[in-house]
């Protein structure tokens, strides 16, 4: 016990500055190899000249480079896409740079220095101060990179790196079918870069140094991927004292001196230091597991809308037998247990954690931005506006990359949990027969061609982003397995040794997943739907992939379609050339209930309607037979990395469209709701406490805001349940006689306090909106005030003399442009006001400095105002 304490205390006096990590991410050059014919060698001393060459972006591609130096014009705007050079048709070499950067750096001692590359696309060769770094090129997109350039670091501390990076061997033709003619798929890289069915090609293929780029120093030693498991036994809840949980860690250390080196791999959780005796050999890198832990009354990690989701902090260091600190790496990470079982009675997969079972509400991820312009501001936006829509999975599909850690982070600090493919997909890997793409099925089946390295490129990803407590599930590939020597050696050997606590799905869409009784392909449809069948057709019961529209409000539009394409499109007509190229999704009959739409502008309003219908109604579908039809559904898709026009609940600029609204009221927690089948009040219930007491208010009005009829009923609602109450289908069929209705529904509890509402626009009895189409102009009363920095509250007021404020927008704008600020998260946006009716929202927004603000606001019948803050 006293070596122990004299220990401890050693270490508490150190400072620790052994380790210093910093990223090389500014300052950097690049130049075309078909202009620049000196050698690595020669381009790596800092004595070269580099007349000429460009700023380069890093992290970044060729193309971000490109597009920040004006040379292409911007990709994502109207059809710009096609006046840039595609690689297919240029050749390798036109997208092939070098990457020059110079930083200070020495090492005195036993220091070592390190260079770590989080992601290169495709190929690199690395030089230093004159000599080559990577005696072998490295290869591959999805692999990290780390050397020891101790020994080549200058000794004046001036060094310079200099990477020539290029593309893909296989880059593909960008032909039209899902990731063009498929053969970009042979190499290591993302397949969605030569199109698919809801992007334009990415000309560059993403050639670049795309990921983050680090120096590092260390003592002597270097520990490297860290893991901690944490194992929560029992039934919990979020509340009340909690039994110990088990913290079960390890981490990689390698000595990187000449001589043995002995000490201890330590770290301290709750006032307690757990160490475990180390000796290596001089060059030895070993695994060293320590001693399990057992944590007392754990703060638990819980997915959102179940639980809170507070995180843990320790550092790893080693220190010699002298009281030396070599060095120190800090892991965050969250306690909770994550597991599944088969439901017998969906016939589907079901989740649970920490012992509960959680009904999965999850939307389908493609990757942040096609142009991999990756931000941790962006990535904290994009997870919290699925926070905000009450999902509580993000499923990352198979022709991307493994998400970064930026983007677990913030899965992790909003309760996300994360289901993650691997780098297949049926459309290039040959599921199909498919014309477009260059070689057979057979063919196909065995991309990527150097098996090898995706089983290097799994382990290694697998290290980078296994602590992170959001990660709940792997998956061999989108709708289909890798090659069996890919597929085995991951589920048998390497996710077992380097993970072990996760499910394994063979691929996106299995009958592991979800049995699937419908035939096809066990995913979809993607179409608009009919909001009656998300509650009368029984589908997949735990559905990959299901949804479709997104068409943004008009100020989404203008930011990406110029105005002379701004034609609103017909029913069954060819839509505008930009609309199509930007792979629009034909709205048709689901907008004409609403009337014909007179211009862009009122077809985007239109189109808001038809968003918010369409995805309140499927979240609301499918949470009504959870646990009987289904155990989950996961969207396709959320968000889009490009100015598309599906599948999106924001568009590329982090602005909210209805789908988001709705889906974020169909998803609620708790959550009151109309069958359209019967019109049956119905209450679910996602939470894991009873809720008694409660208040079942519906309210039927007429198209003038007046009040018709009022049904009422007390209940209680049982956890992870939903419940029927009570039909309005007698008080509908008189109120939607001539020209339509609403119905309010409300859940009070005993202090009258809303705990759910929801509104329903009801048609005349031919299905169309007539009461919608000729209702009178409203006004609102607005006002706001500042609540905090960043921060507004807003309040609205409908005169009870007026009309009915019918489906209302707010936004957030600068006051001299008109621009809106970007990203807002607002408490609930397009939403109604009875006569005499007022509402209020939050808004959060990036701290906007002195740039003047003012609220917008309009609506179905509300001509847009600007108002100021107060």
């Known amino acids: 016990m006293k070596n122990y304490l004299i220990l401890f205390f050693l270490l508490a006096g150190v400072k620790l500055t052994a380790q210093q990590r910093y990223e090389l991410n500014s300052g950097w050059a690049c130049k075309a190899i078909t202009e620049e014919f000196r050698k690595g060698e020669q381009l790596s001393l800092e004595s070269t000249a580099l007349n000429g060459w460009m700023p380069a972006t890093v992290p970044g591609t060729v193309l971000t480079t490109l597009l920040n130096n004006k040379k292409v014009p911007d990709p994502f705007y109207g059809m710009n896409n096609k006046l840039i050079k595609d690689v297919y048709d240029t050749g390798n070499a036109h997208y092939t740079y070098w990457f020059v950067k110079s930083f200070e750096q020495t090492a005195k001692g036993d220091e070592q220095v390190w260079l770590k590359l989080r992601g290169v696309n495709y190929k690199c060769d690395i030089y230093l101060n004159g000599k080559r770094v990577n005696l072998k090129t490295h290869e591959g997109m999805h692999l990290r990179q780390q050397y020891n350039i101790t020994s080549l670091l200058a000794p004046n501390g001036k060094n310079r790196l200099a990477l020539l990076v290029q593309p893909p061997d296989f880059p593909g033709a960008a032909n039209g079918g899902q990731g063009g003619d498929g053969t970009i798929a042979k190499g290591l890289t993302t397949p969605y870069t030569a199109g698919w069915d809801w992007i334009q090609p990415i000309r560059d293929r993403n050639t670049g140094i795309w990921d983050k780029v680090f120096v590092e120093k260390t003592g002597g030693l270097n520990l490297e991927n860290p893991h901690v ?238 602590n992170h407590p959001s990660l709940a599930f792997w998956c061999g590939g989108n709708e289909i397995t890798p090659p069996d020597d890919i597929l085995y050696p991951l589920k048998e050997k390497i996710l077992p040794e380097l993970d072990g606590t996760r499910y394994f799905f063979d691929y996106s869409n299995s009958n592991d997943m979800s049995y699937n009784f419908l035939g096809g392909n066990g995913d979809g449809p993607y179409t608009i739907q009919d909001p009656k069948s998300f509650w009368s057709f029984r589908t997949y019961p735990y559905n990959s992939e299901v949804g479709s529209v997104g068409v943004g409000d008009y100020a989404s539009l203008k930011r990406f379609i110029p105005e002379g394409n701004m034609a609103p499109p017909q029913n069954g007509q060819q839509p505008d050339s930009v609309w199509a190229y930007h792979k629009y999704i034909p709205y048709d009959h689901h907008i004409e209930p609403y009337g014909k739409a007179k211009d862009a502008r009122d077809f985007a309003m239109k189109a808001q309607l038809v968003n918010y219908e369409q995805y309140r109604a499927l979240m609301e579908g499918f949470s009504s037979r959870m646990w009987d039809w289904y155990t989950g559904t996961i969207i396709w898709k959320t968000q889009n990395p490009w100015t598309a026009m599906r599948g999106q609940m924001y568009d590329y600029y982090l602005d909210p469209n209805a789908c988001l609204y709705g889906l974020r009221k169909g998803s609620a927690p708790l959550h009151i709701m109309m069958n359209p089948l019967d019109s049956m009040v119905t209450i679910v219930n996602n939470g894991l406490g009873v809720v008694r007491n409660v208040m079942v208010q519906a309210s039927l009005y007429d198209m003038e805001g007046k009040l018709q009829q009022q049904i009422q009923a007390f209940t209680e609602i049982a956890a992870s349940t939903s419940q029927r109450t009570f039909p309005v289908n007698e008080g509908l069929k008189k109120l939607d006689a001539k020209t339509g209705c609403f119905v309010l529904l409300k859940l009070l509890d005993a202090t009258q306090k809303v705990l759910s509402e929801n509104l329903y626009w009801m048609p005349a009895p031919d299905g169309k909106y007539t009461g919608l189409q000729h209702m009178k102009t409203a006004k609102l009363n607005v006002s706001s005030r500042k609540a905090g920095k960043g921060q507004l509250e807003v309040l609205l007021n409908n005169d009870a003399a007026g009309p009915v404020a019918f489906f209302n927008r707010v936004a957030l704008v600068n006051t001299a442009t008109g621009e809106r600020i970007l990203p807002a998260f607002c408490s609930d946006n397009y939403f109604t006001i009875l006569p005499g009716g007022e509402k209020s929202m939050s808004i959060e927004f990036p701290e906007q400095g002195n740039t003047p603000l003012s609220i917008e606001v309009y609506g179905w019948n509300l001509k847009s105002q600007l108002f100021p803050i107060n």
């Open 229 to 466: 498991v944490t194992l929560v036994p029992g039934k919990r809840l979020p509340s009340g004292k909690q039994e110990p949980a088990l913290i079960r860690t390890s981490c990689e250390i390698e000595n990187a001196l000449n001589k043995t080196v002995s000490g201890y791999l330590q770290y301290s959780l709750e006032g307690k230091v757990v160490k475990a005796a180390v000796q290596l050999k001089a060059g030895e890198k070993k695994l060293v597991k320590l001693p399990d832990f057992q944590l007392q009354n754990p703060r638990l990690w819980w997915p959102n809308g179940y639980g809170e989701h507070p995180l843990y902090t320790i550092s790893f260091t080693f220190v010699d037998a002298a009281g030396k600190l070599a060095d120190k790496e800090s892991v965050q990470f969250g306690v909770r247990e994550i597991s599944t079982r088969w439901n017998e009675r969906t016939r589907s997969r079901e989740n649970l954690v920490n012992g509960q079972k959680i009904f999965i509400k999850g939307g389908n991820w493609i990757i942040s931005d096609a142009m991999l312009r990756f931000s941790d501001e962006r990535y904290d936006a994009e997870v919290r506006y699925h926070r905000e829509m009450n999902l509580n999975l993000i499923r990352i599909w198979g022709g991307a990359i493994i998400e970064r850690p930026e983007f677990y982070q913030a899965c992790d600090k909003y309760g996300m949990l994360v289901f993650q493919d691997f780098w297949f997909s049926g459309d290039c890997n040959g599921k199909w027969q498919d014309p477009l793409k260059k070689d057979d099925q057979w063919t196909r089946r065995q991309y990527p061609d150097d098996h090898g390295l995706v089983l290097t490129a799994a382990a290694d990803q697998i290290k980078m982003i296994r």
